[in-house]
């Protein structure tokens, strides 16, 4: 596998009508780090994620592996190996799981109907299945999921395009407990071969599973660290863990 790169963010500034809602952020994201970003409601999470993955207008710098990528198209910080997720997963309903994967791993080469035109499946898709667990239901519609298997094929569908970097927006909202114990093994194992970063509000979920952790406040990075520093730190107890 290439050496993955690094994420690093300098003076990151998203503003929305006057109101800043990032507010001069500064962050690295070691290439391998399972890094958790927390901080209360409101706090500019989404809003970083949106401005690192090009659907909000930033100003700053976002260098990924070396290279700018702000103010680049969507499909071009796609390209460049970032990918992410939303809090609620959009996957095909009607098609299978594998051809929900299969259409994603030929997105970037405009491909949905590769499969029936396919005798095997390609190995991206079958390493992909394996990695979300969800092997035994190739072949049934996305839309017979249960909530947490919806998550993971959406995992799956960023790791058949070679994401690099995944962004996950609340990854585990609404999961069962086994769900999330499933989910945080499942983060390790990407965390393996690329980079992962989380936003989350589940704190025992991060405490479990982190391995680096900023916690935001009112659009700035407040605290960061590993979960002993952030949780040890005085000011993330005042403004979000205190409570
Ligand atoms: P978090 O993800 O930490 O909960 P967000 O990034 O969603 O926080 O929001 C940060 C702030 O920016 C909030 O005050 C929110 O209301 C505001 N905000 C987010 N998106 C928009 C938008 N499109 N227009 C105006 N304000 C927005």
Do not use: C
């Not at 589940?202 to 916690?215: C, N």
């Amino acid at each position: 596998m290439t050496e993955l790169p690094g994420l690093r963010i300098r003076g990151l500034r998203v503003a929305f009508d006057g109101f800043t809602a990032v507010d001069g952020v500064d962050l690295d994201v070691q290439p391998g780090d399972l890094r958790f970003l927390i901080g209360p409601n409101g706090a500019g999470k989404t809003t970083l994620v949106d401005a690192v993955t090009g659907l909000v207008r930033a100003t700053g710098s976002v260098e990924f592996g070396g290279r700018q990528l702000l103010g680049r198209p969507v499909h071009h910080i796609a390209r460049a190996g970032i990918g992410r997720t939303f809090q609620t997963a959009t996957v095909f309903e009607e098609l299978t799981v594998l051809q929900n994967l299969d259409i994603a791993a030929g997105a970037g080469r405009g491909a949905g109907t590769l499969l029936r035109r396919r005798r095997s499946v390609p190995e991206p898709v079958t390493r992909a299945l394996d990695t979300i667990g969800l092997a035994e239901l190739a072949e049934r519609p996305a839309g017979v999921l249960a909530h947490g298997q919806k998550q993971w094929l959406e995992i799956g569908m960023l790791l058949v395009q070679d994401v690099r970097l995944l962004l996950l927006d609340e990854p585990v909202a609404g999961m069962s407990q086994d769900e999330r114990d499933a989910t945080g093994a499942l983060l390790r194992q990407i965390a393996e071969e690329r980079t992962v970063v989380v936003i989350e509000h589940d704190m025992a979920f991060m405490r479990s599973f982190a391995r680096s952790v900023s916690v935001l406040h009112a659009g700035r990075v407040l605290s960061e660290g590993t979960v002993a520093d952030v949780q040890a730190d005085p000011r993330v107890q005042e403004v979000y863990l205190g409570h």
